[in-house]
Nanobody
Protein backbone atom coordinates (compact mmCIF):
# COMPACT_ATOMS: atom_id res chain seq x y z
CA UNK A 1 0.00 0.00 0.00
CA UNK A 2 1.39 3.36 -1.06
CA UNK A 3 1.23 5.81 1.79
CA UNK A 4 2.56 9.18 2.97
CA UNK A 5 2.42 10.03 6.65
CA UNK A 6 3.06 13.50 8.01
CA UNK A 7 4.12 14.18 11.58
CA UNK A 8 5.58 16.98 13.67
CA UNK A 9 2.70 19.41 13.78
CA UNK A 10 1.47 21.03 16.95
CA UNK A 11 0.92 24.26 18.83
CA UNK A 12 3.76 26.76 18.88
CA UNK A 13 4.11 30.38 19.90
CA UNK A 14 4.85 33.07 17.31
CA UNK A 15 8.55 33.09 16.53
CA UNK A 16 8.88 29.42 17.35
CA UNK A 17 9.94 26.48 15.19
CA UNK A 18 8.60 23.13 14.11
CA UNK A 19 9.93 20.42 11.84
CA UNK A 20 7.43 18.45 9.83
CA UNK A 21 8.26 15.01 8.48
CA UNK A 22 6.74 13.19 5.53
CA UNK A 23 7.52 9.49 5.56
CA UNK A 24 6.70 7.22 2.65
CA UNK A 25 5.85 3.55 2.74
CA UNK A 26 5.19 1.19 -0.12
CA UNK A 27 7.26 3.22 -2.59
CA UNK A 28 10.58 5.02 -2.86
CA UNK A 29 10.57 8.80 -2.71
CA UNK A 30 13.86 9.09 -4.65
CA UNK A 31 12.07 9.32 -7.98
CA UNK A 32 9.30 11.66 -6.92
CA UNK A 33 8.96 15.37 -6.54
CA UNK A 34 7.61 16.21 -3.11
CA UNK A 35 5.45 19.16 -2.31
CA UNK A 36 4.36 20.63 0.99
CA UNK A 37 0.97 22.32 0.86
CA UNK A 38 -1.19 23.93 3.50
CA UNK A 39 -4.83 24.76 3.89
CA UNK A 40 -6.26 27.16 6.42
CA UNK A 41 -9.97 27.21 7.31
CA UNK A 42 -11.97 28.88 4.57
CA UNK A 43 -8.99 29.13 2.24
CA UNK A 44 -7.77 27.18 -0.74
CA UNK A 45 -4.90 24.75 -0.52
CA UNK A 46 -1.65 26.52 -1.34
CA UNK A 47 1.87 25.38 -2.00
CA UNK A 48 4.47 26.07 0.66
CA UNK A 49 7.52 24.45 -0.86
CA UNK A 50 8.57 21.65 -3.15
CA UNK A 51 11.68 19.66 -3.95
CA UNK A 52 12.43 17.80 -7.15
CA UNK A 53 14.06 14.38 -7.46
CA UNK A 54 17.43 16.01 -8.11
CA UNK A 55 17.08 18.44 -5.21
CA UNK A 56 15.86 21.62 -6.89
CA UNK A 57 13.87 23.72 -4.44
CA UNK A 58 11.00 26.16 -4.62
CA UNK A 59 9.36 28.24 -1.91
CA UNK A 60 6.28 30.37 -1.65
CA UNK A 61 7.17 34.02 -1.18
CA UNK A 62 5.43 34.05 2.19
CA UNK A 63 7.84 31.47 3.65
CA UNK A 64 11.13 32.30 1.93
CA UNK A 65 13.93 32.71 4.44
CA UNK A 66 11.89 31.03 7.19
CA UNK A 67 11.14 27.52 5.91
CA UNK A 68 13.52 24.93 4.51
CA UNK A 69 12.64 21.73 2.68
CA UNK A 70 15.00 18.78 2.54
CA UNK A 71 14.94 15.12 1.71
CA UNK A 72 16.68 12.12 3.19
CA UNK A 73 16.39 9.37 0.61
CA UNK A 74 18.02 6.84 2.94
CA UNK A 75 15.14 7.35 5.37
CA UNK A 76 12.56 7.75 2.59
CA UNK A 77 11.50 10.96 4.28
CA UNK A 78 11.12 14.62 3.39
CA UNK A 79 11.26 17.37 5.97
CA UNK A 80 9.96 20.90 6.28
CA UNK A 81 11.84 22.97 8.84
CA UNK A 82 9.70 25.94 9.83
CA UNK A 83 11.29 28.82 11.73
CA UNK A 84 10.06 32.23 12.81
CA UNK A 85 6.50 30.98 12.66
CA UNK A 86 3.68 33.48 12.39
CA UNK A 87 -0.02 33.18 13.23
CA UNK A 88 -0.77 33.27 9.51
CA UNK A 89 1.17 30.01 9.11
CA UNK A 90 -1.62 28.25 10.99
CA UNK A 91 -3.07 25.54 8.74
CA UNK A 92 -3.22 21.85 8.06
CA UNK A 93 -0.01 20.91 6.29
CA UNK A 94 0.05 18.15 3.69
CA UNK A 95 2.86 16.47 1.84
CA UNK A 96 2.36 15.07 -1.62
CA UNK A 97 4.41 13.01 -4.08
CA UNK A 98 4.33 13.35 -7.85
CA UNK A 99 6.13 11.45 -10.59
CA UNK A 100 7.46 14.58 -12.29
CA UNK A 101 10.58 15.15 -14.35
CA UNK A 102 13.61 14.73 -12.13
CA UNK A 103 14.67 18.40 -12.29
CA UNK A 104 11.16 19.76 -11.68
CA UNK A 105 8.71 20.22 -8.87
CA UNK A 106 5.34 21.88 -9.12
CA UNK A 107 3.24 24.25 -7.06
CA UNK A 108 0.08 22.85 -8.63
CA UNK A 109 -1.53 20.25 -6.34
CA UNK A 110 -3.13 18.58 -9.37
CA UNK A 111 0.28 17.30 -10.46
CA UNK A 112 0.72 15.18 -7.34
CA UNK A 113 -0.67 11.64 -7.16
CA UNK A 114 -0.13 10.69 -3.53
CA UNK A 115 -1.15 12.66 -0.47
CA UNK A 116 -0.73 12.34 3.26
CA UNK A 117 -3.52 12.85 5.75
CA UNK A 118 -2.22 16.20 6.96
CA UNK A 119 -0.85 17.52 10.23
CA UNK A 120 -2.19 20.56 12.08
CA UNK A 121 0.12 23.48 12.76
CA UNK A 122 -1.21 26.18 15.06
CA UNK A 123 0.79 29.31 15.78
CA UNK A 124 -0.68 31.20 18.67
CA UNK A 125 0.29 32.87 21.93
Amino acid sequence: QLQLVESGGGLVQPGGSLRLSCAASGFTLDYYAIGWFRQAPGKEREVVSCISSNGSLKYAESVKGRFAISRDNAKNTVYLQMNSLKPEDTAVYYCAAGALSYWYCSGDPREYEYWGQGTQVTVSS
